[in-house]
């Protein structure tokens, strides 16, 4: 048996933990810094050291030795977390620093994939106000503009207004809303089509890739797809999108290339690559990669897997992915649905008190993101997103129906809580 440590403190940790506490392999949890679930999770204990505080997290692993290390974000894999652990001899899930340019670097990402033919939006890139401003004058739109490094998933602006497009290069570039992340501009190609993530683990020492059923994410805030984008309002899994031939395609064209690239590139990658996906006219389109697992995507796909978890991420912690046997899942549909707080995506209040995060449904699991214990023990909101509430059952009607059934009888209630009222609805006509 062996303790794990889990960098992180969202809901996706929070179901990593739910489900590797499900293994017979799995002894203690230790979370940094976790959430109120995560405290409360049977045999595990959350310590106050933040993902950014990278000699903290050292520090903590060797403390308490861990047989394994899950990294649940992007910014301490890019800031080298998985390098230095691996250097200290321990086994870690998340690829280093190299390996999470991918994310980190929108550029970077771009390049790798026109070196090894992945389809993607043909790209501009521009270090230069004034000629990113004139390139959109000679275009007519619509315009997909990014700033090229991490802004928390807000640093995209989607629009076919050139003076809103003119306006966004302007704050990015000049005014540095995202700090140097806005320091080069890519502008897009337009795509078209639904979007499908595929998260793979990815062990470029044996070879091997192997994704995970296909999940789709709502990231508008308001039904219909209105409004801002955020960091993830609902999910469902798996998608009737991701039939067998457009996986097989999406291993042909997409996975397999980049972990090629990966290796050719001498870039250890052993963790989840994602890649979120447009299926065009003109067949599937990576929109990014990721090098983690997405949020809520995870909490979505880990319920339907009946396989031990905690096998497949300490094989591809070690690089022996090619000696793990086919993943399992069962035949069922999850579908999940993000309280989030009043204000959300833009300011909102923390510390509001949480009724009903202790209420049981069946078939119903509740995952905290945004929670957090008070010193008198009590649960309150401690961010935007709080709860991700996941039903898994045998049709995407019945889980959308529960999930509702759920909250409408008040599973993590609190005031002034918002969600959307359409999750998977689509899947459903
Ligand atoms: P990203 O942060 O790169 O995932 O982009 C956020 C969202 O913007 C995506 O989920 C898409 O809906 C949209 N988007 C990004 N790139 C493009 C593109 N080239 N064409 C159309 N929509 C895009
Ligand atoms: N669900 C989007 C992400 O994890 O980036």
New binding site residues.
Partial sequence: MIDILIVGSGGREHALGWKLRQSPEARHLIFAPGNGGTARLANSENVAVGIEDIEGLIKLAQEKKPGLIVVGPEAPLAAGLADRLRAEGFDVFGPGAQGAQIEAS?AWAKSFMSWYGIP??A?HTFDNLNDAINYLYSEPG?Y?L?ADGLAA?K??L?TEDRNEAIQFATQVMLERIFGESGAVLLV?????GP?VSVLALCDTKSGFIFPLPGACDY?RIGDGDAGA?TGGMGVYAPTRLMGSKMVAQVLREILMPALHGFQQQGIDYRGILYA?L?LTDAGPKV??FNCRFGDPETQALLPLLESDLLEYLLLTAQGRLTEASSLRYSNKYSVGVVLVAEGYPGTYQKGIPITGADLHFDGVELFHAGTALNPDGQLVTNGGRVFNIISTESSISLARKKVYNAINAGLGAFVGMQYRHDIAQREEE
């Fill in positions: 929108k993607t939006a790209r619509p997909v990014k998933g640093g995209v989607v897009e190609e337009y795509m078209q979007e990231k984008n979120g447009m929109v990014e």
